[in-house]
């Protein structure tokens, strides 16, 4: 089909470390079909209008996690929101709040990097097992409790949505503790107590104010929000537990 | 990481948001407005007599402090959050003056329901 | 030599950036209005405790048109708290199913709120009851 190309206009924040004082709004005249998304608005302008734009990007199919970005004030993954939905109007797009800009649309991730590995976001069996021992098995049920909270892509969405992240980014934040809940909850795992002490922080759990924009902006359905206020009953249990003499609260 | 001890505030917390959602607005309807303009109820169910036998009962006396000391620990404490959320950096001074008047405000109910007697 | 010049952004104005921040905003104020009722029953309580005659005017401050329309603030404000707490209710439980169906949020929220409904009613009722 011949279609005459519809053309919206594309406002980028813009940030060169080396040649901005601070960032600013360019904007572009970008071409597009009903098919095509922001993050395919945004390498026709990095083709055809200005090679020195710089994101983020891999899979163009919401696996990857790498191309979030705050696309009209609400964060998004540029692959999976469609500029169709933003005609005649414009589309503003810039970097995902509450993280330092590196450049242009690219966010520093090594905190949240960094976060992550510290929940130990794998299985610690019970005690080592050999081949020969065969598979663990779960039962439908014991999947149920983890499989939500498998689904995370690491988008950082969630973080971009979290006031409390921005006033203190020392709280370990929603897509973190959804893992590290992930983890705890798993039948064949063995390192929940460690792992209760980052819950049991103030950097844990309780810097949460049950906001719970977290879980409308995951794209992968998540709800990170659940996941840490059901962890504020397992920490406040915890918490009174650990009173006990002899107490179980490890 | 240090534990932290919200538990204690996040519990009463949890305790009078949960009473005052589920109370809350028909208590400020009954008290506030029904009985004192006497519609629907009337206006005697709060007087002198009755609010004294009402607070010598024990099941009365319980249900006045609970109701008072668990709307002021889940209030403070989500003002107490809110001011950090409007930037309030220090938190030490916010976290003793809002614990503090759920604290004092406690004490004084505990102190009035008792000179009430039994 | 690093490039880096990461820039952070200010948090100045947060909760107006967002319609749902400012929904957030609004229920956490609910919590002004649960303080302010509870310092009037609190006061009931202490003007209780000091006698008849300073009880007697606890009373007729409340029967003033200004603490009527207060409460009817504080009645909108505690409606709003009631309808918003039932909404994070579910995100505070771990999943439940039910005859092998995952209990949807807005089930929850609707147990909630319903149950809210019958214990204001059972109160009215009694309330009623001892008053006739
Ligand atoms: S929880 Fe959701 S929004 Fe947060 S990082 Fe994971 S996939 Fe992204
Ligand atoms: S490019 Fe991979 S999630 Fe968008």
Same mark, same amino acid.
């Not at chain 2, 005697?44 to 006396?61: E, I, N, R, T, V």
């Not at chain 3, 200010?10 to 950036?17: N, Q, T, V």
């Given at each position: 089909?011949?279609?005459?190309?519809?053309?919206?206009?594309?406002?980028?924040?813009?940030?060169?470390?080396?040649?901005?004082?601070?960032?600013?709004?360019?904007?572009?005249?970008? +071409?597009?079909?009903?098919?095509?998304?922001?993050?395919?608005?945004?390498?026709?302008?990095?083709?055809?209008?200005? #090679?020195?734009?710089?994101?983020?990007?891999?899979?163009?199919?919401?696996?990857?996690?790498?191309?979030?970005?705050?696309?009209?004030?609400?964060?998004?993954?540029?692959?999976?929101?469609?500029?169709?939905?933003?005609?005649?109007?414009?589309?503003?797009?810039?970097?995902?709040?509450?993280?330092?800009?590196?450049?242009?649309?690219?966010?520093?991730?090594?905190?949240?990097?960094?976060?992550?590995?510290?929940?130990?976001?794998?299985?610690?069996?019970?005690? +080592?097992?050999?081949?020969?021992?065969?598979?663990?098995?779960?039962?439908? $049920?014991?999947?149920?409790?983890?499989?939500?909270?498998?689904?995370?892509?690491?988008?950082?969405?969630?973080?971009? @949505?979290?006031?409390?992240?921005?006033?203190?980014?020392?709280?370990?934040?929603?897509?973190?503790?959804?893992?590290?809940?992930?983890?705890?909850?798993?039948?064949?795992?063995?390192?929940?107590?460690?792992?209760?002490?980052?819950?049991? $922080?103030?950097?844990?759990?309780?810097?949460?104010?049950?906001?719970?924009?977290?879980?409308?902006?995951?794209?992968? #359905?998540?709800?990170?929000?659940?996941?840490?206020?059901?962890?504020?009953?397992?920490? /406040?249990?915890?918490?009174?537990?650990?009173?006990? +003499?002899?107490?179980?609260?490890? | 990481?240090?534990?932290?001890? /919200?538990?204690?505030?996040?519990?009463?917390?949890?305790? #009078?948001?949960? &009473?005052?959602? &589920?109370?809350?607005?028909?208590? !400020?309807?009954?008290?506030?407005?029904?009985?004192?303009?006497?519609?629907?109820?009337?206006?005697?169910?709060?007087?002198?007599?009755?609010?004294?036998?009402?607070?010598?009962?024990?099941?009365?006396?319980?249900?006045?402090?609970?109701?008072?000391?668990?709307?002021?620990?889940?209030?403070?404490?989500?003002?107490?959050?809110?001011?950090?959320?409007?930037?309030?950096?220090? @938190?030490?001074?916010?976290?003793?003056?809002?614990?503090?008047?759920?604290?004092?405000?406690?004490?004084?109910?505990?102190?009035?329901?008792?000179?009430?007697?039994? | 030599?690093?490039?880096?010049?990461?820039?952070?952004?200010?948090?100045?104005?947060?909760?107006?950036?967002?319609?749902?921040?400012?929904?957030?905003?609004?229920?956490?104020?609910?919590?002004?209005?649960?303080?302010?009722?509870?310092?009037?029953?609190?006061?009931?309580?202490?003007?209780?405790?000091?006698?008849?005659?300073?009880?007697?005017?606890?009373?007729?401050?409340?029967?003033?048109?200004?603490?009527? $329309?207060?409460?009817?603030?504080?009645?909108?404000?505690? !409606?709003?708290?009631?309808?918003?707490?039932?909404?994070?209710? +579910?995100?505070?439980?771990?999943?439940?199913?039910?005859?092998?169906?995952?209990?949807?949020?807005?089930?929850?929220?609707?147990?909630?709120?319903?149950? @809210?409904?019958?214990?204001?009613?059972?109160?009215?009722?009694?309330?009623?009851?001892?008053?006739?």
């Amino acid at each position: 089909m011949n279609e005459t190309h519809k053309v919206i206009a594309i406002e980028v924040l813009r940030y060169r470390p080396e040649l901005d004082e601070k960032p600013f709004f360019q904007t572009y005249q970008v +071409p597009f079909t009903e098919e095509m998304s922001v993050l395919q608005g945004l390498l026709y302008i990095k083709d055809e209008l200005d #090679g020195t734009l710089s994101f983020r990007w891999s899979c163009r199919m919401a696996i990857c996690g790498s191309c979030g970005a705050m696309i009209d004030g609400v964060p998004m993954l540029g692959c999976h929101t469609f500029l169709r939905d933003y005609y005649p109007n414009k589309v503003r797009v810039e970097p995902l709040a509450h993280f330092p800009i590196e450049r242009d649309l690219v966010v520093g991730a090594d905190d949240f990097i960094g976060k992550l590995e510290r929940i130990k976001p794998y299985i610690v069996p019970k005690e +080592p097992r050999t081949l020969a021992e065969g598979e663990y098995l779960q039962t439908p $049920a014991q999947l149920e409790r983890i499989l939500q909270f498998s689904s995370c892509i690491n988008c950082m969405l969630c973080y971009a @949505a979290c006031p409390q992240y921005g006033l203190d980014p020392a709280f370990i934040g929603p897509g973190v503790l959804a893992l590290l809940h992930r983890y705890n909850a798993d039948s064949r795992d063995a390192a929940r107590a460690d792992r209760m002490q980052l819950v049991n $922080a103030e950097e844990g759990v309780w810097s949460c104010t049950a906001v719970g924009y977290c879980s409308e902006v995951c794209p992968k #359905g998540v709800d990170p929000a659940n996941a840490v206020n059901q962890n504020k009953t397992a920490s /406040a249990a915890d918490y009174f537990l650990h009173w006990l +003499p002899k107490g179980s609260g490890k | 990481m240090k534990r932290s001890n /919200a538990p204690i505030f996040w519990t009463l917390f949890g305790a #009078g948001g949960m &009473l005052s959602a &589920l109370i809350g607005p028909m208590l !400020v309807l009954i008290t506030g407005i029904a009985v004192p303009l006497g519609f629907l109820l009337p206006a005697d169910l709060m007087s002198y007599p009755h609010m004294l036998k009402f607070a010598q009962h024990w099941a009365g006396k319980a249900f006045t402090f609970a109701v008072v000391s668990l709307f002021l620990w889940h209030g403070v404490h989500r003002i107490f959050h809110s001011l950090h959320d409007l930037g309030l950096k220090t @938190a030490t001074g916010a976290k003793l003056t809002c614990y503090g008047v759920a604290l004092l405000g406690t004490a004084l109910a505990a102190y009035s329901l008792l000179v009430i007697g039994f | 030599m690093s490039a880096r010049r990461p820039y952070i952004r200010s948090m100045d104005g947060w909760w107006r950036r967002d319609p749902f921040f400012i929904r957030y905003m609004i229920r956490e104020a609910t919590a002004l209005l649960v303080v302010a009722y509870a310092a009037v029953l609190l006061l009931g309580a202490i003007r209780l405790a000091q006698g008849e005659s300073a009880y007697e005017r606890w009373l007729a401050a409340l029967r003033s048109p200004w603490s009527l $329309a207060f409460h009817l603030v504080l009645f909108a404000g505690l !409606v709003y708290h009631t309808w918003s707490w039932f909404q994070i209710v +579910p995100k505070t439980m771990p999943s439940i199913s039910v005859g092998g169906k995952k209990l949807q949020p807005a089930v929850i929220t609707g147990t909630g709120l319903v149950a @809210a409904a019958f214990v204001s009613l059972v109160l009215l009722l009694l309330l009623l009851f001892i008053g006739s």
